[in-house]
């Protein structure tokens, strides 16, 4: 492999973006629950349900796998 040759399938550009939005989605995910419950004891006009709020978490929680299977993708 020479030096200018892609180590993954996604590179440059398009491979920052796509890790900036996994880091975004991995922060949502790691304060999730601790807003969640501070939303809920504040008592404001909407407050998500917990149910709602379980699927959310669980959807990000997919979205993550997919977007680091994608990331790892050998060039």
Do not use: C
Not at 28 to 41: A, G, I, M, T, Y
């Amino acid at each position: 492999m020479t030096m200018n040759e892609p180590q993954f399938k996604i590179y440059g550009k398009a491979r920052r973006e796509k890790k900036k939005t996994l880091s975004g989605i991995k922060s949502f995910v790691k304060n999730f629950w601790r807003s969640h419950q501070l939303e809920k004891d504040m008592g404001g006009d909407y407050v998500m349900s917990d149910e709602r709020a379980e699927k959310m978490y669980n959807d990000k929680l997919k979205r993550i796998k997919q977007l680091e299977l994608e990331l790892s993708i050998k060039y």
